[in-house]
């Protein structure tokens, strides 16, 4: 198979929506690396701007990007919550819950500060709640640390509620029974090495 292609010989020819996906890249791995790599993160990040911003005719809004990432989140923050981590002592904030109006006051005695999935979070067994609790620390303010001394849970591992480096993961594994449409059947029929069903689509257990 030969491809003949221009799209990459000089000037490159990206489109709007490529351009934005490589910042919004970029800007995923800024989140994943420490202070003193981002520099240069954030200067090619500032060129792909420019470039976005010289593009003919492009009127650049909000919805031409596919995905932001969580709101900043202050280092002292995370040292802070790290200590009392270290030092067994229960946490007071105010908590601005997704979808509320109005931030609450939490006490949580504090188990990890751990980093998946793009954003912090803080793992705890907050105060008048059952089981664990994930808190993330760009939606926390006015951080105390008490006095309060707390015990973790004998059993408690971060390995355990960290699999796949994701937060929240399904305690059993379950069946989903999907039929996939003819525009697509064939396709997936061959993938799975399935037969295609007399209408013309395809039935899988995943």
């Known amino acids: ?5 221009d799209h990459f010989l000089r000037p490159m020819r990206l489109t709007l929506p490529e351009l934005c996906a490589l910042e919004l890249g970029l800007a995923m791995l800024r989140a994943e690396r420490p202070p003193d790599e981002t520099r240069a993160i954030d200067g090619a990040r500032e060129r792909l701007r420019q470039v976005i911003a010289k593009l ?5 809004q909000e919805k031409d990007f596919a995905a932001s990432l969580g709101g900043a989140v202050d280092l002292e923050m995370l040292s802070l919550l790290r ?9 007071r904030f105010s ?6 109006d109005a931030a609450s006051t939490r006490v949580a005695a504090p188990l990890a500060v751990v980093y998946a999935e793009l954003s912090w ?10 089981g664990l609790r994930f808190f993330r620390p760009d939606r926390m303010d006015e951080v105390q640390v008490t006095d309060d001394a707390f015990e973790p849970p004998a059993e408690f591992s971060v390995d355990a509620v960290l699999r796949e480096r994701k937060m929240f993961v399904a305690e059993g594994v379950g069946m989903l029974r999907v039929r996939y449409s003819a525009r697509v059947a064939r396709w997936v029929a061959e993938r799975e090495g399935v037969p295609v069903d007399a209408d013309g689509t395809v039935m899988l257990e995943h």
């Not at 198979?1 to 292609?5: E, F, I, P, Q």
């Not at 003919?56 to 650049?60: A, F, L, V, Y």
């Open 56 to 60: 003919p005719g492009q009127d650049i």
């Open 121 to 130: 979070y803080l793992v705890a067994l907050a105060d008048g709640a059952t």
């Open 95 to 100: 908590y601005h819950k997704s979808g509320a």
């Open 1 to 5: 198979v030969k491809v003949h292609s």
């Open 83 to 91: 200590g009392a981590v270290r030092e067994r002592r229960r946490v």
